[in-house]
């Protein structure tokens, strides 16, 4: 798979979980910029709660001692710092 591809999978991901969050209630607000540690930044509409997400894509091992198993990312330092949330989106 190559570097485009992994965007455009990436994309896909991203605008499934937008879609995910409008439909809970929230207001979904992009990141424009193609990189940082954080996706979107959402505002449910009725409490107020502020979370801000990183989207991962879910990806599964295809040879190790466990395959099929789920390859679970870890948060960056500014990422903790921030207290951002992954949202992990199923590949279709």
């Given amino acids: 798979m ?3 591809e992994k965007r455009v999978i990436g994309d896909i991901s991203e605008y499934k979980a937008i879609i995910k969050f409008l439909e ?3 207001e ?3 990141n424009v ?5 954080i996706d979107m930044v959402l ?3 009725e409490t107020g ?3 801000l997400i990183d989207v ?3 990806s599964r091992r295809t040879k190790s001692w466990r395959p099929g198993s789920k390859i ?13 949330e992954f949202e992990y989106i199923e590949k279709d």
């Fill in 72 to 84: 679970v990312r870890q948060r960056t330092k500014e990422q903790i710092r921030l207290k951002v």
């Fill in 28 to 30: 979904v607000f992009k």
């Fill in 43 to 45: 505002v449910h509409h």
């Fill in 24 to 26: 809970q209630g929230y």
């Fill in 2 to 4: 190559g570097r485009n």
């Fill in 33 to 37: 910029s193609s990189s940082g540690p």
């Fill in 56 to 58: 991962k894509t879910i």
């Fill in 49 to 51: 709660e502020v979370r």
